[in-house]
Structures are given as structure tokens and as C-alpha cells.
């Protein structure tokens, strides 16, 4: 059974978000530190093109974020 709350909107200050946005949010919180552990790491020695290592990290975490929710 899918929880009936997964597919209602947010309301927040009068303003209605779709409940794709809590996914999106929660994306971003986990995203930002992992970002910074890659500047660290320097990864882009080893990635080709870093925007989209970026990107598909970013859609591979949302997704399973999304899955999880």
C-alpha cells in the first residue's frame, strides 16, 4: 500500500509545493556534503566531465531517495 500523505501537496507559507519537491529538498541536504567530499577528494582527476558526474550522481541519489520515500 502506497501512504495516502506521499501524494498530497505541501502547503508552506500559502504557497501549495508538489510532493515531488520533498524528495527534491531531502536530495539536496544528502547531496551538499557529498559535494564537498568530492572537492576534496579532487575527483575531477578522474572524472572526464564533472557537471555530468554531477548530474548523474545527483538523479542516482533523487531516485533512490525517491524509492525509499
Same mark, same amino acid.
Given at each position: 500500500m ?6 498530497? =501537496? /505541501? ?10 519537491? +520533498?524528495? @527534491?529538498?531531502l536530495?539536496? &541536504?544528502?547531496?551538499?556534503p557529498?559535494?564537498?567530499?568530492w572537492?576534496r577528494m =579532487? /575527483?575531477?582527476?578522474?572524472v572526464?566531465?564533472?557537471p555530468?558526474?554531477? +548530474?548523474g @550522481?545527483?538523479?542516482?541519489? &533523487?531516485s533512490?531517495i525517491?524509492?525509499?520515500?
Open positions: 502506497i501512504p495516502h500523505f506521499l501524494f498530497q =501537496e /505541501i502547503n508552506f507559507c500559502g504557497i501549495y509545493l508538489p510532493p515531488f519537491f +520533498l524528495s @527534491l529538498l536530495t539536496g &541536504l544528502v547531496y551538499l557529498l559535494h564537498r567530499c572537492d =579532487e /575527483i575531477q582527476r578522474w572526464w566531465n564533472r555530468v558526474w554531477e +548530474l @550522481l545527483f538523479i542516482i541519489l &533523487l533512490l525517491t524509492f525509499i520515500l
